[in-house]
């Protein structure tokens, strides 16, 4: 393919969201260049897909490639408690019954190439292998980037938009200093996939299983995948699990954490390991602005959220559609500044949030089972908030009511002590 000399867009990063935001920006005409430091495929966590992608993989045109994949299909979550009890299912289609209920769980490895290939079939020229050493400014305004390829040799590309979808790495957010830490969600996972474990059958062989540790200190997510294969990842406080231990020996960590969760250790029981184990810390974070002149951060690159419930794939597709919303629209305007590349923020952090809020109840050891019990109302609103429709404002509902049970169970407490 011959290069490019003048794209408009610059991208940085081949994950969901770059390739989610070049696609878009490429379909409405623009000239799109994306650079990815990796050759695809490469490994990535984060393989439960939740219902609301749906609508961004529609605009994507990757349904038709999703529904021929050989993906598991997911059609629920469990839980399970810190006893070993499984929950019933949340089915998706039994709160909204329609295609977007059945979703999938994914290999990233290749479900990533499969939106990266997608994007080059729009028309955006995506080059692998290719480090972006930095974001070029002329003052405040983004101009372009400089790459460096594999042989060593250097670059400049100019553009009027650097889209920032680097991932963990952000490139603009740490030369900026832009990264503000999860004071509340400082957490740590160690991973590993499995063969031959437990696996359900029909409608419910593809569900997500959120299983709690013993004092619900932590919990296990459970993601059957194609190829006999299972995802099993432990999730808990960084401290607990990392730090003050004399060695950092990932298996015995993990088998430890086995022991208290019998909700795995039953479904892992005579099965192989698949992988080597791995281990993440500290992940929860948010830039402090998500745009400036002539630039836009996207996916991990402006946030990351504690993967309970499986929305890390959800919010990367979602913010590379906003933010590709926001360019395009900046260029019909003739107004590429921060306010306008970043007017999508205000409202998906208040989504994102929501979702955080639902994150923070489940460790502070919430029953959402107790809490519908008791407002039985709001089973649909907690069901959209799990399938990751959380930009409606009627959804604040749950935690005005959640606040409320919580005061009154402490009241009933302190009466009860009195």
Not at 111 to 130: K, P, S, T, W, Y
């Amino acid at each position: 393919m011959v290069a490019l000399e003048h794209p408009e867009v610059v991208v940085i990063g081949g994950g969901p969201s770059g390739s989610t935001a070049a696609t878009l920006i490429a379909q409405s005409g623009r000239r799109v260049r994306l650079f990815e430091r990796d050759h695809f495929p490469r490994f990535h966590i984060g393989e439960s897909l939740i219902p609301e992608t749906y609508w961004v993989m529609e605009r994507l045109g990757m349904l038709p490639k999703m529904k021929g994949s050989h993906y598991v299909k997911k059609y629920s979550v469990q839980f399970i408690n810190e006893h070993g009890k499984l929950s019933a299912p949340f089915y998706f289609v039994e709160h909204k019954p329609q295609d977007s209920s059945q979703t999938w769980q994914v290999m990233r490895s290749e479900f990533d190439r499969m939106l990266l290939d997608n994007a080059r079939d729009h028309g955006v020229q995506v080059e692998e292998g290719v480090r972006v050493l930095e974001v070029v400014f002329e003052g405040s305004r983004a101009v372009g980037v400089r790459i460096q390829r594999e042989d060593g040799t250097e670059e400049m590309v100019p553009c009027q938009v650097v889209v920032d979808a680097s991932g963990q790495s952000t490139v603009i957010q740490s030369r900026m200093n832009l990264r503000k830490w999860d004071a509340d969600l400082k957490k740590a996972a160690v991973w590993t996939y499995w063969e031959g474990a437990y696996r359900d059958v029909g409608r419910d062989e593809g569900a997500t299983i959120v299983a709690a540790t013993a004092g619900k200190k932590g919990w296990f997510w459970y993601i059957p995948l194609h190829d006999d294969l299972i995802s099993v990842g432990i999730v808990t406080d960084a401290k607990q699990l990392l730090k003050n231990r004399e060695n950092t020996d990932l298996e015995a960590i993990y088998n430890e954490q086995v022991e208290l969760c019998p909700g795995v250790k039953s479904r892992i029981a005579g099965a192989r390991r698949a992988g080597p184990f791995r281990v993440a810390k500290e992940y929860s974070y948010r830039a402090s602005q998500a745009a400036g002149d002539g630039w836009v951060l996207v996916g991990d690159a402006f946030a990351f959220l504690d993967p309970l419930y499986s929305s890390g794939v959800l919010l990367a597709l979602k913010s590379g559609q906003l933010a590709a919303d926001a360019v395009i629209d900046g260029f019909a305007k003739g107004d590429l500044s921060g306010s306008q590349l970043g007017c999508w923020e205000p409202d998906y952090v208040v989504g994102m949030n929501r979702m955080r809020r639902l994150v923070l109840e489940y460790y502070d050891g919430l029953s959402f089972g107790a809490v519908i019990r008791r407002y039985p109302h709001l089973q649909g609103l907690i069901t959209d908030l799990l399938i990751g429709d959380l930009f409606r404002p009627e959804l604040d509902e749950v935690f005005r009511c959640i606040d409320e049970f919580k005061r009154s169970n402490s009241a009933e407490a302190e009466m009860a002590m009195s």
